[in-house]
């Protein structure tokens, strides 16, 4: 039988009813790689009871992030935003002393129209600690976005390295004065030479909130090919965001940043490289690849360490091969899961996805479908903005070997006899690098065995259609 292949990936867009987390669950693990931040969410209870519900156990560790709880009196404006806020930055500051305050404006903010952003700068000074504003409401945004509302606020504070390079420049030219004063006429010419290279010093910064294992990975891979990796956004201190300006070149390593890319491009002035994200062997290999090659650096060794991470999953791809897989969407991962999943040998119906950026994943959607004609594999549709009811019943049409969908439908779905993956766990386990492609078929194929030892039950659909 013979596949027709569609060469161009189609789009649609349905009415965005759909289940996703709220941005503002972002806190729960940018809090944790921000070692010296703190969180304050100015919301009302709907976002508290949402945080405390979504983010389970971690509540009870003390986290270092908080409901700033609206009340009446704020939302009729008769008590005092500033007055109120400050108070709470204050007991802040004397509590846990942070490096920095991030305030998340939700959808209440919004609606009310409190003016953080213009607050944040005036209490700043008074009480002497940086604050960061982040829209990260549920009005504009899906879950994995309220990581680049944070970013792209955050890439303003980052430091200057036009600025930095001229203090550089200054302080080597007066310990080139100093050491050179007994000869007065031969000083300058050898030094300039070094102030020009350093000026025209070329450095890369990533962006993308990553567990710092793996964003430790990723750098080691980059340093095997000789290329530094100068600086993360986010760092593991506030303290220590990465020197930006217009001789920095800035790559993402996670699909939905595309605010925060475009900050640095326009605002910043960086330079940035557009790749395949690294989630899966394929698209590490790729994501490297782009990066050596806009350093002029050819790669070396990725096709064999690629070759021996798909050896090392053969028992998951004998698993996964040939079974279909549909995406409802919720994280904006999708893209290049879905493409890994395809290298796999698997068929992808659907791929559901909040919001695409096709500018910002050009690059990952080209290697999508490479990947889709290499494998002799339809290009699935890509639905932005998905219709979770219509969804149900494509997927009844469907009958997928899994979907890939948040808590909402998974119980449901298993009880009609489809297999289902939380999607939510995507976001929080490790995926990116060569290593932890391991883990990513961990988590789909953990349905799949889990049916296997079932097997013999007979219980496979348990609910009466009435
Ligand atoms: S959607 Fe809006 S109201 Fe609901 S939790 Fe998020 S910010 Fe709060």
């Given at each position: 039988m013979s596949i027709k292949i569609s060469e161009t990936p189609t789009f649609e867009c349905e009415t965005g009813n759909y289940h996703t987390f709220c941005p503002i669950s972002c806190v729960a693990w940018l809090y944790q790689k921000i070692e010296d931040s703190f969180f304050l969410v100015?919301?009302?209870?709907?976002?508290?009871?949402?945080?405390?519900?979504?983010?389970?156990?971690?509540?009870?560790?003390?986290?270092?992030?908080?409901?700033a709880e609206l009340e009446e009196g704020d939302i009729s404006a008769q008590l005092n935003d500033y007055?109120?806020?400050?108070?709470?930055?204050?007991?802040?500051?004397?509590?846990r002393n942070p490096s920095v305050i991030i305030w998340i404006g939700t959808c209440t903010t919004e609606i009310i129209k409190m003016d953080l952003e213009g607050m944040a700068p005036k209490l700043e000074n008074e009480i002497?600690?940086?604050?960061?504003?982040?829209?990260?409401?549920?009005?504009?945004?899906?879950?994995?976005?309220?990581?680049?509302?944070?970013?792209?606020a955050m890439a303003h504070r980052c430091p200057e390295q036009e600025n930095l390079i001229g203090n550089q420049q200054r302080n080597d030219k007066k310990s080139i004065e100093k050491l050179f004063s007994f000869l007065p006429i031969e000083t300058d010419k050898r030094p300039k030479q070094s102030i020009i290279n350093k000026k025209n010093?070329?450095?890369?910064?990533?962006?993308?909130?990553?567990?710092s294992t793996v964003a430790s990975q990723l750098s080691l891979e980059l340093n095997r090919q000789s290329i530094n990796v100068s600086g993360w956004l986010p760092a593991q201190r506030y303290t220590d965001l990465p020197i930006l300006g217009n001789n920095v070149y800035v790559c993402g390593v996670n699909?939905?940043?595309?605010?925060?890319?475009?900050?640095?491009?326009?605002?910043r002035k960086c330079k940035l490289i557009g790749a395949p994200f690294p989630i899966g062997p394929d698209g590490t290999r790729a994501w490297i690849e782009e990066i050596c090659s806009v350093f002029g650096i050819e790669a070396q060794g990725l096709a064999e360490r690629e070759?021996?991470?798909w050896e090392s999953l053969r028992n998951y791809l004998n698993l996964v091969h040939g079974k279909s897989v549909f995406f409802m969407g919720d994280n904006l991962l999708e893209i290049s899961l879905a493409r890994f999943l395809i290298r796999c040998g698997m068929i992808v119906y659907e791929i559901g996805i909040p919001y695409m950026d096709k500018r910002y994943q050009a690059a990952e959607l080209t290697f999508l479908q490479a990947t889709c004609k290499k494998m002799c594999i339809p290009m699935p549709r890509i639905v932005e903005k998905p219709d979770n009811y219509n969804q149900i019943?494509?997927?009844?049409?469907?009958?997928?070997?899994?979907?890939?969908?948040?808590m909402a439908h998974a119980n449901p779905l298993e009880a009609r006899g489809i297999n289902t993956k939380w999607s939510v766990e995507f976001t929080f386990a490790q995926i990116h690098g060569f290593t932890n492609a391991k883990d990513v078929l961990e988590l789909v194929t953990r349905p799949l065995r889990r049916n296997n030892n079932l097997e013999n039950l007979g219980w496979t659909d348990l609910v009466r259609e009435g």
């Amino acid at each position: 039988m013979s596949i027709k292949i569609s060469e161009t990936p189609t789009f649609e867009c349905e009415t965005g009813n759909y289940h996703t987390f709220c941005p503002i669950s972002c806190v729960a693990w940018l809090y944790q790689k921000i070692e010296d931040s703190f969180f304050l969410v100015v919301g009302t209870k709907t976002c508290g009871y949402f945080l405390q519900n979504a983010l389970g156990v971690m509540i009870f560790a003390e986290p270092r992030y908080a409901m700033a709880e609206l009340e009446e009196g704020d939302i009729s404006a008769q008590l005092n935003d500033y007055q109120e806020l400050k108070r709470l930055c204050l007991q802040i500051k004397k509590d846990r002393n942070p490096s920095v305050i991030i305030w998340i404006g939700t959808c209440t903010t919004e609606i009310i129209k409190m003016d953080l952003e213009g607050m944040a700068p005036k209490l700043e000074n008074e009480i002497g600690i940086p604050i960061i504003v982040a829209r990260a409401n549920g009005l504009d945004y899906a879950f994995t976005q309220g990581e680049d509302t944070v970013l792209a606020a955050m890439a303003h504070r980052c430091p200057e390295q036009e600025n930095l390079i001229g203090n550089q420049q200054r302080n080597d030219k007066k310990s080139i004065e100093k050491l050179f004063s007994f000869l007065p006429i031969e000083t300058d010419k050898r030094p300039k030479q070094s102030i020009i290279n350093k000026k025209n010093r070329i450095s890369l910064v990533l962006f993308g909130s990553l567990p710092s294992t793996v964003a430790s990975q990723l750098s080691l891979e980059l340093n095997r090919q000789s290329i530094n990796v100068s600086g993360w956004l986010p760092a593991q201190r506030y303290t220590d965001l990465p020197i930006l300006g217009n001789n920095v070149y800035v790559c993402g390593v996670n699909p939905f940043l595309s605010r925060t890319a475009t900050t640095l491009m326009r605002r910043r002035k960086c330079k940035l490289i557009g790749a395949p994200f690294p989630i899966g062997p394929d698209g590490t290999r790729a994501w490297i690849e782009e990066i050596c090659s806009v350093f002029g650096i050819e790669a070396q060794g990725l096709a064999e360490r690629e070759q021996q991470i798909w050896e090392s999953l053969r028992n998951y791809l004998n698993l996964v091969h040939g079974k279909s897989v549909f995406f409802m969407g919720d994280n904006l991962l999708e893209i290049s899961l879905a493409r890994f999943l395809i290298r796999c040998g698997m068929i992808v119906y659907e791929i559901g996805i909040p919001y695409m950026d096709k500018r910002y994943q050009a690059a990952e959607l080209t290697f999508l479908q490479a990947t889709c004609k290499k494998m002799c594999i339809p290009m699935p549709r890509i639905v932005e903005k998905p219709d979770n009811y219509n969804q149900i019943q494509r997927m009844r049409e469907l009958q997928p070997d899994l979907a890939i969908t948040g808590m909402a439908h998974a119980n449901p779905l298993e009880a009609r006899g489809i297999n289902t993956k939380w999607s939510v766990e995507f976001t929080f386990a490790q995926i990116h690098g060569f290593t932890n492609a391991k883990d990513v078929l961990e988590l789909v194929t953990r349905p799949l065995r889990r049916n296997n030892n079932l097997e013999n039950l007979g219980w496979t659909d348990l609910v009466r259609e009435g």
